[in-house]
């Protein structure tokens, strides 16, 4: 997954549930128990971040951490600098 956003949309009875104001917490405890349910089936998520806002940041881990996948953080400024999580293996570094 690659993302500059947030999550702003989900499926809803043939429909579609959309709110792009804030996170929106039915939004995001979908995406979070979607990002669990993968890890029980065994499909890790490794998550590109470009954006900085520091409340996306936080669900970036969260999800991140559901998933036990993996997360890139990095910015326009500085592509080259950026912070590798790695949940697997419950290590942080930077590079």
Known sequence: MITD???SCLKVDGGYYKNSFGLDPE???KCLNL???C???KVPITTFMIAEDPY????????TEANNG???????AGLGEW???DYERNRKQRR
């Open 56 to 63: 996306l940041q936080k669900f970036v881990e969260d999800f």
């Open 70 to 76: 993996r997360a890139v953080y990095t910015g326009l």
């Open 39 to 41: 890890r029980k089936a």
């Open 83 to 85: 912070i590798f999580s």
């Open 27 to 29: 939004i995001v405890n």
């Open 5 to 7: 956003g947030k999550p």
């Open 35 to 37: 990002a669990t349910e």
